[in-house]
Every structure is written in structure tokens, then in C-alpha cells.
């Protein structure tokens, strides 16, 4: 059974910092591509950040030079470190796990990011 757990979501005021957590049971998670999406409400799911198998990266321009996505193999565990958060970044995050070659892809139950004064 495969499992993506978040955890780390919370209040925060603007420019302030958080750390999102994903960890992955069920996977072999050195051979996924690992993703952060968020949702706010009314809008639809977009990407936040992704990390290949070989440790590139992308970002959507809204999060770049604020956001690192980074991954520990050995702990089955993606992060997002979020920096200067503003309040269009508040959204329910998801995790998600890719691997297009065997057409699985599995999602995280969210975890809420409320960015506020």
C-alpha cells in the first residue's frame, strides 16, 4: 500500500518560513520523481516544485529563489523549505509521486499552509 504522509503545514505570518515534509511508504522512492503542488481555494492544482530522479529540479516563477525542494533517499523523504512567504502562497500543499515508465502516480492527503498576519 502506498502512503504519502505530509506534515509541517501551519499559520505563518508573511516573510516568515516553513518546512513541508512527505514521507513515502510503498515506493521504491529513489526511482520517483517527487513533487510539491498546492491548491487554494477556487483555483485549480498547480505545480509548486518537482525533483528528478537525478536531483534536478524545477520551480514555478511564483516560488523561485523563495522555495528548495530537496529529497533524502535514504529516509524516503521529500521536503520543501518555504522562505519569505506571502500570502498568495496560502493553499493546501500536496505531495506527489511519479513514475511516468510504469504509469503510477500517487498523491499525499494535503496539508494546509495559511499564510497571515
Known amino acids: 500500500q502506498v502512503q504519502l504522509v505530509e506534515s509541517g503545514g501551519g499559520l505563518v505570518q508573511p516573510g516568515g518560513s516553513l518546512r513541508l515534509s512527505c514521507a513515502a511508504s510503498g515506493i521504491t522512492f529513489s526511482l520517483y520523481a517527487m513533487g510539491w503542488y498546492r491548491q487554494a481555494p477556487g483555483k485549480q492544482r498547480e505545480l509548486v516544485a518537482v525533483i528528478f530522479v537525478g536531483d534536478s529540479t524545477n520551480y514555478a516563477d511564483s516560488v523561485k529563489g523563495r522555495f528548495t525542494i530537496s529529497r533524502d533517499n535514504a529516509k524516503n523523504t521529500v521536503y520543501l523549505q518555504m522562505n519569505s512567504l506571502k500570502a498568495e502562497d496560502t493553499a493546501v500543499y500536496y505531495c506527489?509521486?511519479?513514475?511516468?515508465?510504469?504509469?503510477?502516480?500517487?498523491w499525499g492527503q494535503g496539508t494546509q499552509v495559511t499564510v497571515s498576519s
Open positions: 506527489n509521486a511519479n513514475r511516468r515508465i510504469v504509469f503510477r502516480n500517487y
